[in-house]
């Protein structure tokens, strides 16, 4: 769980407003119009539809591998039993999180969708512990909890007319603050603790899914008809949209869900 939260620490870091790398990137090239002039057309739902589409290839990417290795017993066995291996297994995928917005900047739409789907594959890995801590009824079920109360967040950032940039900030030190509070409940071991930053968790990532399906639909107004920005916007969108995705999973798996897998 923490992989994942410190994965969207480095990447808000990296990107502090949603549309930071794309500033950087027009020095470069002109993919910005000059007027900021709000356009809502079919334009906005096929950017919008491809965003989510990368989003649900890196989910299925995740699911696969996570599902593969998590009943494999040698997998299991050789990724996780080697202290060292399990660290380097974790730290993977914030190497390429963290290294995302210079493949967006300088590299191509076909570099940004590789990195995506890499990412996505390394953290599967990661994820395939909870089927040796959960049974596959409990995940199958928070994951539909998970889908239909992310859904509902994304219909309201993609809808409401509430500027919810203030949130930025809020969420941003909040995410900070639950990484360092799990870091030291590593060493506490209180289960009390445990779920109580996980209804924390709950709490900031369903923000942050509003909060980042706004600020992707505010960076479509801003962008020119270069198909090449805005495919490249919507593998950025994805990332930020997975990462709130399965941090959410992950924090209403650990509430709603105590029974060990036999």
């Known amino acids: 769980k923490i992989l994942f939260s410190l994965a969207k620490i480095f990447f808000n870091y990296k990107l502090l407003t949603i549309d930071k790398i794309f500033r950087i990137h027009m020095k470069y090239t002109n993919i910005y119009s000059n007027t900021q002039e709000q356009v809502f057309d079919g334009g906005l739902r096929d950017y919008m539809y491809l965003i989510y589409k990368n989003m649900g290839k890196a989910l299925l990417i995740s699911a696969v591998i996570a599902f593969i290795v998590g009943h494999s017993n040698f997998m299991l066995s050789l990724l996780f039993s080697n202290p060292i291996v399990a660290i380097i297994v974790q730290l993977l995928p914030l190497f390429f999180v963290f290294n995302f917005t210079k493949t967006l900047i300088s590299g191509t739409v076909q570099d940004a969708k590789n990195r995506l789907f890499i990412s996505s594959a390394l953290m599967g890995v990661s994820l395939s512990t909870i089927f040796v801590m959960y049974t596959g009824q409990s995940i199958v079920e928070t994951f539909l909890t998970t889908s239909i109360t992310f859904g509902c967040m994304s219909l309201y950032g993609y809808k409401t007319k509430k500027d919810l940039s ?97």
């Open 166 to 262: 203030s949130l930025q900030s809020f969420l941003f030190m909040g995410l900070c603050g639950l990484v360092i509070a799990s870091l030291i409940n590593l060493f506490i071991r209180s289960g009390t603790t445990s779920y109580i930053l996980s209804c924390i968790g709950v709490i900031i990532f369903t923000l942050y899914t509003a909060y980042d399906v706004q600020n992707i639909r505010k960076l479509y107004n801003q962008v020119s008809i270069s198909t090449d920005a805005k495919e490249k916007i919507a593998v950025f969108g994805a990332l930020q949209l997975y990462l709130d995705f399965i941090n959410l999973f992950l924090d209403l798996l650990r509430i709603l869900n105590s029974r060990v897998r036999e």
